[in-house]
């Protein structure tokens, strides 16, 4: 009898320490994005949390990028596109494969050469704000090598701390381009850009770093 009390009680004591575990509150998160758009948690933890993703990036991808791909050069070349350069290397964050963002941020501070002209420049500035800015309908080449359209636009997005940072965004299309080519959080990414015809056009390369240091593209 004394035995089955026994048992009793300790059931009633797990019982009550797993609801508590239940319901005690999720820790902190944050997400390493330029933009912060989605961050609401304490400054000093989330520059912690940069910190420590930017270094794991930084170990796990050479700092010079590698050229582009041999089929995507023949690719463009196929579709008579010239004047190929590098736009951005970047890791991919959260929010850049998150649905609900549906958008690729290109930061302004981490593009590595101009790739627009003046006059497209001028265009995307004149919009003010996410809601209302103007977008270029620009050609994508996906990691596929397969071609979509999908808009740039140009977003000023305000910090917690009520700085602004300027960045240019893929949008529209973007959710089915990483859904489809199966990008993933933490995943090294080049975007190239190209024109045919002076038309702005896009190319984006997955990338993998193997053991020696070198890059393979998927």
């Given at each position: 009898m004394m035995k089955k009390e026994d048992d009793e009680m300790k059931k009633k004591k797990f019982q009550e320490t797993m609801t508590k575990i239940k319901k005690r509150p999720p820790p902190p998160r944050c997400r390493h994005d330029d933009d912060d758009d989605d961050d609401d948690g304490d400054g000093e933890f989330r520059?912690?949390?940069k910190r420590k993703k930017a270094t794991r990036c930084d170990q796990q991808y050479p700092p010079l990028p590698p050229d582009l791909p041999i089929k995507f050069r023949k690719r463009i070349r196929a579709l008579g596109g010239s004047d190929i350069a590098l736009v951005i290397q970047?890791?991919?964050f959260k929010t850049?494969?998150?649905?609900?963002?549906?958008?690729?941020s290109i930061p302004l501070n981490q593009i590595r050469q101009t790739f627009l002209t003046p006059q497209e420049t001028e265009f995307l500035n004149s919009g003010n704000n996410e809601k209302k800015c103007s977008e270029m309908e620009v050609m994508l080449i996906k990691p596929s090598l397969h071609r979509d359209t999908i808009s740039l636009r140009k977003w000023e997005m305000k910090k917690a701390s009520g700085s602004t940072t300027s960045m240019y965004v893929l949008v529209g299309k973007w959710n089915s381009v990483a859904w489809r080519n199966a990008l993933r959080e933490d995943e090294t990414v080049q975007l190239w850009s190209f024109r045919i015809n002076s038309k702005l056009c896009l190319a984006l390369v997955k990338r993998r770093a193997k053991s020696n240091g070198y890059f393979i593209e998927f």
């Open positions: 520059k912690q949390k970047k890791c991919l850049d494969v998150s649905s609900g963002h549906n958008r690729l």
